[in-house]
């Protein structure tokens, strides 16, 4: 036997001692069991993965769901405050026509009452004036005591008719 002959017989021998070695040791078995408890961990891993993307997705949708009805809300509100503000102005151009109407009211009272009033010294005034021009005929016509007399008669009687 050669060297080289000898050297791969060793060779194979240690190679079976070696594998004899790692079945002794059951060592196929705790690789195995090893790679089990990984592929156990992974899926682990993905179904709580699974678990916390479905959990999101259902909170996403409620999220949604929450942003749908505050702004359904909100157009709610502003719908309302365009409601109340037209309200408002409704009450507040009733309010400012009410005013209006009695503020010319007012006024068209003042002005009958001035023009009653102007009316009433106009009247006055041209019965003043009738007494003393009717005063001034009566003395240039009448004279003398009985004159004076009618005069002041006249005078009372017209003054009284005139007011």
Known sequence: MDATSSASLWAFISLLIFFGVII???????????????VAAIEAELSEATRLREEASSLLAAYK???????????SIVAEAKQLAEIATAEANKALDELIARRTKAAEAKIAQ??????AEVRSRAADVAVAAAEKLL???ASGP??????????????????
């Open 114 to 119: 001035a023009e009653a009033q102007a009316i």
């Open 24 to 38: 002794y040791l059951k060592v196929p078995g705790k690789i195995g069991s090893a790679l089990d408890g990984k």
């Open 139 to 141: 003395a240039a016509k």
């Open 65 to 75: 769901q929450k942003a749908a009805d505050a702004e359904l809300e909100a157009q």
């Open 146 to 163: 009985i004159g004076a007399d009618l005069v002041a008669k006249g005078i009372a009687e017209v003054a009284g008719k005139l007011n």
